[in-house]
């Protein structure tokens, strides 16, 4: 059995509820898909899902390196707005006064240890399976 689980409920239409642990949250999706936009949609749940990891990854390591960093800020965007997402990008923003070597190396190291951005890899597998309720 797994020691992390989410469970997502639909009950109906587009949107529902996430439970992970105690914390408790909505998806939907927009109107134009059939939605009611009381939460993010799924895709940006995934979204800040990497940008809070991205972001923690690259404070472990500056904090690792004695690197004094002030804000972390990390942007993610999917292409395209709607649909399947063919292609990801994360820009991380960093307010120190490390030299560009040190944090060039605190970003790599950060996303090499982001466990979020880990799974976004064809070698990842997803075994999905299904039972009634």
Known sequence: M???TVTARNPEGMGGTI???SFEWRFD???SAGGSETGPTPVDVFLSALASCLSLSVRF???KRDTAVKTIEVTTEAEPERG???RLEATIRLETDADDETVDRLVDFGE???HVSQLVDEETPLD????RL
């Open 84 to 86: 399947s997402v063919d």
């Open 128 to 131: 999905v399976s299904w039972e």
């Open 2 to 4: 797994p020691e992390r």
């Open 61 to 63: 390591q500056a904090n």
């Open 29 to 31: 999706e927009p109107e």
């Open 112 to 114: 090499r240890g982001c």
């Open 19 to 21: 439970e992970a642990g």
